[in-house]
């Protein structure tokens, strides 16, 4: 029996020492040296310009500075002549740019890289906190600072950059390619990318797949961690909002009738919080932390390359931090409670809202049904707010389209691992959902931890070395997406779980 416990043993340990070997091997990519000429000061000096327009998001649209937003528009024209006379600019909702860059062979599918032109507003009682004033497009120590430098300004103009460059070149795709610019991501792209996408269906264009602005480069993404890590967002959160309500008998504080609307209502937040849905570490997310696995140390690689028998231990640990626990289930925020008047009185009513951001696994039919069975009170009022949305669907990574962002990636941040993970913000990509079922959000932006407060945030930068990279990255994407387009999606297997105006 001893000597079977044993051969079990060996055999096992044999397994594991397989799987980590075979996950440490890692394809060398060779950096490309087709590299497009780019005078870096003068496109500095373009996207310092570019910050300078208050190009600000508000969710009254009556509030937007649309002069700002034109005074873009004829900037970028001046700015990149090839691209204004070689490719078909309309403007759509007249705020929006799609940009048509006709290719050589109609009949193969277009392909389609988006970003937005506006920006989020300072936050008030910050702007002393600045080292230089958000809009003035300062470059310093080797930084363009300013609102938009991160996101995402940076990525319109690299996306202007890389094209004028190939133009010069003469340069013309196989496949068409559009450009999409909304003006309003920031506040849900109700008018500029969802418009857009209207446009494009309307015309009966169905695309080979579409780029959007997305997830960075991350430096030092996990402790101990060998390489930065590019995570390219597969699909994105879903977002409900749930206005809880209880009431109770009110009166005098001295007097108390029972248990209050307020307690009530604690009582029922509390559940929710201790009570989150589950937590799974399969389909994305374990593509995700495989991924990542192959550049971290032992005994990291040894656990991850074997999650099929760690898998228990992994999710605990994986649940304890909050940056991973909500890269694996539905995550549940209480983020407003109103009730009472006077600190004698005892309030008739109480209201909180509960906000949950929804892991693809889930619908918002789901995440219903588990607040009310887990409060479990027909006391307690549960209403869904509007402006929910589903989870987008997952886009494979065992398809071409994801095979040659991944290779592109690589050929400009040769050190970087390269894994696909999930957007728990939400980008104008879903309003395209309807023109291919191939969406991948990536910025080719370099971010370190402290990096990552700056987007939305303040002393937004951007250092002018990765912005030379980012020109090089859309330049060397476009060229390797449109050169070979017969691609047979039959042969890759989705191995994961489930100037013309245009206005409406």
């Given at each position: 029996?001893v000597?079977?416990?044993?051969?079990?043993?060996?055999?096992?340990?044999?397994?594991?020492?397989?799987?980590?070997?075979?996950?440490?091997?890692r394809?060398?990519?060779?950096?490309?040296?087709?590299?497009?000429?780019v005078?870096l000061d003068?496109?500095?000096?373009?996207?310092?310009?570019v910050?300078?327009?208050?190009?600000?998001?508000?969710h009254?649209v009556?509030?937007?500075?649309?002069?700002?937003?034109?005074?873009?528009h004829?900037?970028?024209?001046?700015?990149?002549?090839?691209?204004?006379?070689?490719?078909?600019?309309?403007?759509?909702?007249?705020?929006?740019?799609l940009?048509?860059?006709?290719?050589?062979?109609?009949d193969?599918k277009?392909?389609?890289?988006?970003?937005?032109?506006?920006?989020v507003?300072?936050?008030?009682?910050?702007?002393?906190?600045?080292?230089?004033?958000?809009?003035?497009?300062?470059?310093?120590?080797?930084?363009?600072?300013?609102?938009?430098?991160?996101?995402?300004?940076?990525?319109?103009?690299?996306?202007?950059?890389?094209?004028?460059?190939?133009?010069?070149?003469?340069?013309?795709?196989?496949?068409?390619?559009?450009?999409g610019?909304?003006?309003?991501?920031?506040?849900?792209?109700?008018y500029?990318?969802?418009?857009?996408?209207?446009?494009?269906?309307?015309?009966g264009?169905?695309?080979?797949?579409?780029?959007?602005?997305?997830?960075?480069?991350?430096d030092e993404?996990?402790?101990?961690?060998?390489?930065?890590?590019?995570?390219?967002?597969?699909?994105?959160?879903?977002?409900?909002?749930?206005?809880?309500?209880?009431?109770?008998?009110?009166g005098?504080?001295?007097?108390?009738?029972?248990?209050?609307?307020i307690?009530?209502?604690?009582?029922?937040?509390?559940?929710?919080e201790?009570n989150?849905?589950?937590?799974?570490?399969?389909?994305?997310a374990?593509?995700?932390?495989?991924?990542?696995?192959?550049?971290?140390?032992?005994?990291?690689r040894?656990?991850?390359?074997?999650?099929?028998?760690?898998?228990?231990?992994?999710?605990?640990?994986?649940t304890?931090?909050?940056?991973?626990?909500?890269?694996?289930?539905?995550?549940?925020?209480?983020?407003?409670?109103e009730s009472?008047?006077?600190?004698?009185?005892?309030?008739?009513?109480?209201?909180?809202?509960?906000?949950?951001?929804?892991?693809?696994?889930?619908?918002?039919?789901?995440?219903?049904?588990?607040v009310?069975?887990?409060?479990?009170?027909?006391?307690?009022?549960?209403?869904?707010?509007?402006?929910?949305?589903?989870?987008?669907?997952?886009?494979?990574?065992?398809?071409?389209?994801?095979?040659k962002?991944r290779?592109?990636?690589?050929?400009?941040?040769e050190?970087?691992?390269?894994?696909?993970?999930?957007?728990?913000?939400?980008?104008?990509?879903?309003?395209?959902?309807?023109?291919t079922?191939?969406?991948?959000?990536?910025?080719p932006?370099?971010?370190?931890?402290?990096?990552?407060?700056?987007?939305?945030g303040?002393?937004?930068?951007?250092?002018?070395?990765?912005?030379?990279?980012?020109i090089?990255?859309?330049?060397?994407?476009?060229k390797?997406?449109?050169l070979?387009?017969?691609?047979d999606?039959s042969?890759?297997?989705?191995?994961?779980?489930?100037?013309?105006?245009?206005?409406?």
């Open positions: 029996m000597l079977i416990y044993s051969l079990v043993l060996i055999l096992l340990l044999s397994v594991f020492a397989f799987w980590t070997f075979f996950h440490s091997r394809k060398k990519i060779a950096a490309t040296s087709d590299k497009i000429p005078n003068s496109a500095v000096e373009r996207l310092s310009r910050i300078q327009f208050k190009t600000i998001s508000n009254e009556h509030m937007i500075d649309g002069a700002e937003f034109m005074a873009m004829d900037f970028l024209e001046e700015s990149f002549p090839l691209v204004h006379q070689m490719l078909k600019r309309e403007k759509v909702n007249i705020y929006s740019l940009f048509t860059w006709e290719g050589r062979n109609p193969l277009p392909i389609m890289l988006t970003c937005h032109l506006d920006v507003p300072i936050e008030p009682g910050t702007e002393k906190d600045w080292i230089y004033p958000p809009f003035q497009g300062k470059v310093a120590e080797n930084y363009i600072y300013g609102r938009g430098t991160m996101d995402v300004q940076s990525g319109v103009m690299a996306i202007l950059e890389a094209i004028e460059g190939l133009l010069r070149q003469n340069y013309q795709p196989e496949q068409t390619v559009y450009i610019f909304g003006h309003d991501e920031e506040i849900d792209g109700e500029g990318a969802q418009e857009i996408s209207r446009i494009l269906e309307a015309r264009i169905q695309l080979e797949f579409l780029l959007d602005e997305g997830l960075p480069v991350v993404l996990i402790e101990g961690i060998k390489s930065p890590v590019a995570l390219v967002g597969v699909a994105e959160k879903g977002y409900l909002s749930i206005e809880l309500t209880a009431e109770s008998d009110g005098h504080s001295s007097v108390p009738q029972g248990k209050t609307a307690a009530k209502l604690g009582e029922a937040i509390h559940k929710l201790i989150p849905m589950p937590a799974r570490l399969d389909g994305l374990k593509s995700t932390f495989y991924s990542i696995g192959a550049a971290m140390p032992y005994p990291m040894f656990i991850l390359a074997n999650m099929w028998f760690f898998k228990g231990v992994l999710k605990r640990v994986l304890k931090i909050p940056a991973t626990d909500a890269s694996i289930r539905t995550t549940t925020a209480a983020t407003i409670f009472g008047i006077k600190d004698n009185l005892i309030p008739t009513k109480a209201k909180a809202v509960v906000n949950f951001r929804l892991h693809p696994a889930d619908t918002v039919d789901d995440v219903v049904n588990h009310r069975k887990t409060i479990n009170d027909p006391q307690i009022s549960i209403v869904c707010r509007s402006g929910f949305i589903n989870p987008s669907k997952i886009s494979a990574i065992h398809s071409e389209p994801y095979e962002l290779t592109a990636i690589r050929q400009i941040f050190e970087v691992t390269v894994t696909p993970s999930l957007m728990v913000g939400a980008t104008d990509a879903r309003h395209y959902s309807n023109l079922d191939y969406i991948y959000r990536f910025s932006l370099r971010a370190g931890k402290d990096d990552l407060d700056r987007v939305h303040t002393n937004e930068r951007l250092s002018i070395d990765n912005y030379a990279e980012m090089q990255f859309y330049g060397r994407f476009i390797s997406s449109t070979d387009t017969s691609i999606q042969k890759y297997s989705n191995k994961m779980d489930k100037t013309e105006t245009v206005a409406v």
